[in-house]
Antibody, heavy 123, light 106 residues
Framework: QVQLQESGPGLVKPSQTLSLTCSVS??????????WNWIRQHPGKDLEWIGY???????YYNPSLKSRVDILVDTSENQFYLNLSSVTAADTAVYFC???????????????WGQGTLVTVSS | DIQMTQSPSTLSASVGDRVTITCRAS??????LAWYQQKPGRAPSLLIY???RLQSGVPSRFSGSGSGTEFTLTISGLQPDDFATYYC????????FGQGTKVEIK
């Protein structure tokens, strides 16, 4: 069974770039045609999809965040990454890395989630 | 943007109750809808995908229905482990979640 684990700084200063890593175990990022997502959950509980990357490097971003987001993948490390630039307090959230089912017949629903990591934006 | 609206926001129920949560999309999403359960301090967990398909390992008391813009999640015979927050999510265009429905003990 695939497992995902987020890692990265828990505190980021305003205007800086938030950078997180998702390590995937129990399966290869390159197999199964999955997409690899970042989703965040603000303290008020709303869930917000940030974007995804395929194993081949194709990306798809939430239009509201697109200008600040970059998602990368390293298939040799079985990891993918989130960079979110010019952060403000509004970017404080729990960040999840999530696998979806890609272009299968039932569509790209989210089937496996990391445990999440809290990132606080504060000076 | 496709907006997803859940109702109610909070639901008080007892063990054994039949519970229904509604999710409405601001435009048609066909059957591209999933439901998730989340407990405090945990990641969401998939219950239903493609509007009505039960994820492997999920108890059969959970069921989903609907298409187009209106969807429901039903829990038939609420169990103590089911007190949690439930989210719908569309994956027709980009990805958006409903605001959540908290199922609490009456």
């Amino acid at each position: 069974q695939v497992q995902l684990q987020e890692s990265g700084p828990g505190l980021v200063k305003p205007s800086q770039t938030l950078s997180l890593t998702c390590s995937v175990s129990g399966g290869s990022i390159s197999s199964g045609g999955h997409y690899w997502n970042w989703i965040r959950q603000h303290p008020g509980k709303d869930l917000e999809w940030i974007g995804y990357i395929s194993a081949s490097g194709n990306t798809y971003y939430n239009p509201s965040l697109k200008s600040r987001v970059d998602i990368l993948v390293d298939t040799s490390e079985n990891q993918f990454y989130l960079n979110l630039s010019s952060v403000t307090a509004a970017d404080t959230a729990v960040y999840f890395c999530v696998r979806d089912m890609g272009s299968g017949s039932s569509g790209p629903y989210f089937d496996s989630w990391g445990q999440g990591t809290l990132v606080t934006v504060s000076s | 943007d496709i907006q997803m609206t859940q109702s109610p926001s909070t639901l008080s129920a007892s063990v054994g109750d039949r519970v229904t949560i509604t999710c409405r999309a601001s435009q048609s999403i066909s059957h591209w809808l999933a439901w998730y359960q989340q407990k405090p301090g945990r990641a969401p967990s998939l219950l239903i995908y493609k509007a009505s398909r039960l994820q492997s390992g999920v108890p059969s008391r959970f069921s989903g229905s609907g298409s187009g813009t209106e969807f429901t999640l039903t829990i038939s015979g609420l169990q103590p482990d089911d007190f949690a927050t439930y989210y719908c999510q569309q994956y027709n265009t980009y990805r958006t979640f409903g605001q959540g429905t908290k199922v609490e003990i009456k």
